[in-house]
Each structure stands twice: as C-alpha cells, then as structure tokens.
C-alpha cells in the first residue's frame, strides 16, 4: 500500500490480536481465530503480519471478500493492564511476506467503524502508551536491511 493513499498517519507497532470472521446481522462467527500482528495501525486501517490465512478451509482475505456481509472482527489486548479493544474492518489487501525460509502474509485492513468515534479514540489513545517499546522489534528489523 502506498503512502499516497493513506487517510491517516500510521504508528508503527507489532500488537498482538485475533481475527475472527463475523456474519454481523446474526453474530455467527464463520472462521477463526486466526493469531495476527499489528505492524502499523492509524485510525482507519492496519496493516497485519500473519502466518495463516487459511483455517478449515476458509480464507481469511479472499473468502471474506467473496462472501456479502462477512466482516473481520478484531479483538486487540494491549498491554499493560491487556484492556480489550474489538473492532470490525473488511480486507483490502494481501501480499507474501518472505525474510530467508520465514514465510508470512501482510494483510491490510480498512476498520468500518467511524475514525472519529469514541472507541476509536480510545484506542488510539491506549496504543501511545508503551507504543515505542512494542514497536522497536519491527522498526529494527526494516531499517537493519531486511525487506521484503
């Protein structure tokens, strides 16, 4: 994804969460969870590093996208206190991510919900706190040569 199209200035992070695969109208979990990172988050959209995208058959990326009213569910805990954080988002990209014999898939997200909300907010307001300490793993591994 390029710089040009952002919305929003992204922080760089590397947070744990999961994604579950939601039918919103009926709370009907379809796939998941699928274990997920957040390397870099900004208040509309994430960009994710996951070692699967494929569970029991589902897709995560392009099952969701082909399937009407499928959505992502994701469920962040920060630390310290691992306050929960649950936000929806639908796919938007999906690329390999691959460093010596580490193979992994970056997948970036649109979050549905309303930038300016206060549950947005609120979240943003929590990854400030520690954020450089989570985001010094990821920061180093780019600038020390090694990209995909």
Not at 56 to 64: K, L, S
Not at 72 to 98: G, H, K, M, T
Not at 122 to 143: E, F, G, I, M, P
Request: proline share 5%.
């Amino acid at each position: 994804m390029s710089s040009d199209s952002r919305r929003s200035p992204r922080l760089t992070d590397f947070l744990p969460l999961e994604i579950q695969v939601v039918e919103p109208q009926s709370g009907h979990h379809l796939a998941g969870p699928f274990s997920s990172r957040i390397i870099d988050i900004s208040q509309h959209g994430a960009c994710l590093l996951m070692s699967q995208v494929m569970r029991n058959g589902f897709h995560v990326f392009h099952t969701t996208q082909e399937r009407d009213g499928c959505e992502l569910e994701l469920c962040i805990s920060l630390p310290p206190n691992f306050d929960d954080y649950q936000l929806f988002a639908r796919p938007v990209w999906l690329d390999l991510f691959q460093q010596g014999e580490i193979r992994a898939f970056k997948m970036g997200v649109e979050f549905i919900e309303d930038a300016n909300k206060k549950k947005m907010k609120a979240l943003q307001k929590a990854l400030r706190t520690n954020q450089k300490q989570r985001a010094s793993w990821w920061q180093r591994y780019h600038q020390g040569g090694h990209k995909n």
